[in-house]
């Protein structure tokens, strides 16, 4: 059995500031630290259920956050930044399910550390197929092309919810309780690290007896629709071919599967920067 573990740092235990979480600040180191710990807790809790291989890919900024000498042997690690699948990296290679570690809520979310979708200056909003999603959602559907079910989350109480709302089934992990968009109960990261390893544990035992969360599958057409910040940014995204302008700030995107809708999105966002 194959294991992708997709990681992201803002629902990782402790977080509740961008600092923690930028290159460069003096608070990141440390959280690089605990983020290898929770996707350590998720290893060996899968591995402990069964699983026999497992990657980690990074998916939060430039893609070197995890500290791979502290990393747990039994995993391989995906890093950097231009793989053709993002954050989702690697779930193409014969991925049988996935596990998110350290997501967060999609822009908008009250009551949800450091929510955002891709990118929280530049992107307010993503709808799939009407559906409005967050990174949750989109990396899900990603992995719903190839027939990769997302069993595991974990973060904030409000990522787990919104998970929970579109992929009935997952195991969610929640390691901090949020009271806004920078403030959160949080747990001593001992307990976080069993809540992940347990959590991990019973997503594994689930998929075995045939109960977990099934591939999040899109039925055609696709589309998606997203709401840029301004008209600046909108101006800028105007250049891909094939965006369709629906009003000042929001584009419509049309292909024939996920993964070239994930492509279409990405180059819209990179053109705003």
Known sequence: MKLLIATDMEGITGVMHWDQV???HDEYPRFRKLMTHDVNAAIRGAADAGVEEIIVTDGHWFGYNIIIEELDPRAHLISGTGGPLAMVEGVASGVDCAFFIGYHARAGSQNAILDHTWSSSRVHNVWLNDILVGETGVNAAVCGQFGVPVIMI?????????ASALLPGIETAVVKTASARMSAECMPPEDSEQVIYS???????????????????LD??????????????????ALLPGAVRLDGRTFGLKTDTIVNLYHSFQGLVQLTR
């Open 22 to 24: 930028t290159p460069g």
């Open 220 to 237: 055609p057409p696709l589309t998606m629709k997203v709401e840029l910040a301004n008209t600046e940014l909108a101006d800028r995204a």
């Open 199 to 217: 959590t991990a544990y019973k997503a594994i035992q689930k998929y075995h007896a045939g109960k977990s969360a099934s591939p999040f599958a």
């Open 154 to 162: 974990s973060g904030d109480q409000t990522v787990a919810a919104e």
